[in-house]
Nanobody
Framework: QVQLVESGGGLVQAGGSLRLSCVAS????????MGWFRQAPGKEREFVAG????????DYADSVKGRFAISRDDAKNTVFLQMNGLKPEDTAIYSC????????????????????WGQGTQVTVSS
């Protein structure tokens, strides 16, 4: 099965930037969207950004639109999350996930629709 490994998290000041990476190893799945989720202490896991398996459709949570960007390097089986203008409320564990979608243009914002998850990487934004 596919394994996902995130990296790139760390401690940054408000207004700073980070780029997260998620590398997939093993058999490459077909018809899967890739999503980024985050979970802060005491809060529910929430959708952050996603890209359809076609690579043409992108979706973002309202809270990160204009600041975050998701991208893929299919040759390296890697997906990225570029995070700019970070705020303290962005502090969370960020995880990437793969999940089958019903169409090449679909991106689910529901965590239960994803069946393969990485271990997560911590992002901490200080004031």
């Amino acid at each position: 099965q596919v394994q996902l490994v995130e990296s790139g998290g760390g401690l940054v000041q408000a207004g700073g930037s980070l780029r997260l990476s998620c590398v997939a190893s093993g058999p490459t799945p077909s018809n899967d969207a890739m999503g980024w989720f985050r979970q802060a202490p005491g809060k529910e896991r929430e959708f952050v950004a996603g890209v359809s398996w076609s690579g043409t459709i992108f979706d973002y949570a309202d809270s990160v639109k204009g600041r975050f960007a998701i991208s893929r390097d299919d040759a390296k089986n890697t997906v990225f999350l570029q995070m700019n203008g970070l705020k303290p409320e962005d502090t969370a564990i960020y995880s990437c996930a793969l999940g089958w979608q019903r169409s090449p243009w679909a991106v689910s914002v529901v965590a239960n629709d994803y069946n393969t998850w990485g271990q997560g990487t911590q992002v901490t934004v200080s004031s």
